[in-house]
């Protein structure tokens, strides 16, 4: 006899059959059936103190773990709070699958209590979603969601169900085979285009391996480093890519871009070739797009055939995995090595780039006298815990610093908002990463303004017991508009003042259950944060007073070119 089941129960069920361990969420009328079978569940359930931070948490697992992250929220404001982590995961490529309560069938389209149309506001920042109508129809929703998600290009997926469908029974029946006739992203490269690829590159003397996000949600590190060595290809790595090969690799350069280093940007502006991996060619990284790279050509491979060719004419464009597509270019590689092929002398090249390296170091000056610069302070947590930890920033000056000092060696240590750059997304996405990860060092490195914004999600790390440490770089400002308004707008600043003295961050972090510690000179730096390190209980929250005045460099500035790269201030007009 088949076993019956509310929808509620079966929703529950189905997520059992996908492995989740864990839902991020906030309960709410719409979605409350299913508050009910989750006590009865192995999944676990935390609440979040906004939905917008539960979606957050959802990124910040997917990221850390790889596996799909999930995020729960009832109908209307708890939808329409998930947008912003959703955009975020679209554009980041981050699998979560966002379950949301409805209102009943009887009363959509009647403007009832909490209702919202979830199923059209959330079309343009979804790979797909669902309004389930049919209890039915809740297993194999819930089963396509979740590979539709981790498949192809990752991303997020909404299933919207109304409440009187959670309360309808069904007899249980396991889903069946995923059939999505208009589903089939490709994996393997297609070997004609592997073998162009391999030409260019045996033919190219100052090629550049642009690595982006797609590496890491492929799980292909290993496979770029392998082939970056073989073919002797100098690697650039996104912002969303780093760590996906060591910092401290020889052909490592670094992170290109607008608050890339020096090296980065100008290797591929004078390449000859760009063989671009689960990169999708962003304004960040080129600069004006009609003087960018302007002698390369170009390989362009990614498993969303709408990125190739979007921003730049690809050369030779391959769909597929960037793994196996990396792998695919390793084995032809080989075979053309064993036929006694060679790359062209590259010597030149590369002895070029080891000299701007030497010649344009990142570098900033800490006075022993103050104020703390955010940079002495990545590099001292660097120290202390020998670069083994998991990453996480917000959005700002203290990301762009992170990513240019910490020196990254492991893949997916690295976590933070890149395409829709979403302040408020490092406190709630370093918890969902200590959740996938309970054994691994988890720090949050978060700016003032950006804290402001989620500083909430605090109080559920601390009753849920999940230490996370959060470095909070408080320059008083909102640092990056600051800087802008410095440069382009004859220094007239405007909202951008957080105040020195309100809130009061250590205070504020022991009334949410966590520790609070705060380094006031540059001296105190290192022992404040040896006690950070040392708690292992509860979160902790560290203030860093920082100079309120510092800038990012390298720079370019928005719309120009990549050679107009202000690598100091010193360069300044």
Known sequence: MPETLTGASALIRALENEKVEVVFGVPGGAILPAYDPILDSTVRHILARHEQGAGHMASGYAHASGKVGVVMATSGPGATNLITPLQDAMMDSIPIVAITGQVPTTSIGYDAFQEAHTWGISMPVTKHNYLVTEVSDIPNAIKEAFHLASTGRPGPVLVD???????????????????????????????????????????????????GGGVLRSNGSESLVRFAELAALPTVTTLMARGAIPDSHPLALGMPGMHGNYTAITAMQKADLLVAVGARFDDRVTGRPDAFAPEAKIIHIDVDPAEIGKVRKADVPIVGDARTIIDQLTEEAELRIEKGAHWMDRESWLETLHNWKRKHPLSYNQDPEGPIQMQYVIEQIHRLTGGEAIVVAGVGQHQMWASQFWGFERPNTWINSGGLGTMGYAVPAAIGAKVAEPDQLVIAIDGDGCFQMTLQELITASIEGIPIKVAVMNNSSLGMVKQWQRLFYDERYSAIDLTSHTPDYVGLAESMGCIGLRAKSPSEVGPTLEKALAVTDRPVVIEFPCDPDAMVFPMVPAGASNDDVIVSAEDLP
Do not use: F
């Open 161 to 211: 169900i109304p409440k009187d469908v959670l309360n309808q029974t069904l007899d249980w029946q396991s889903p069946g085979k995923i059939d999505l006739p208009g589903y089939r992203p490709s994996i393997k490269g297609h070997p004609k285009q592997v073998r162009s690829a391999v030409d260019l590159i045996l033919e190219s003397s100052r090629p550049v391996l642009y690595a």
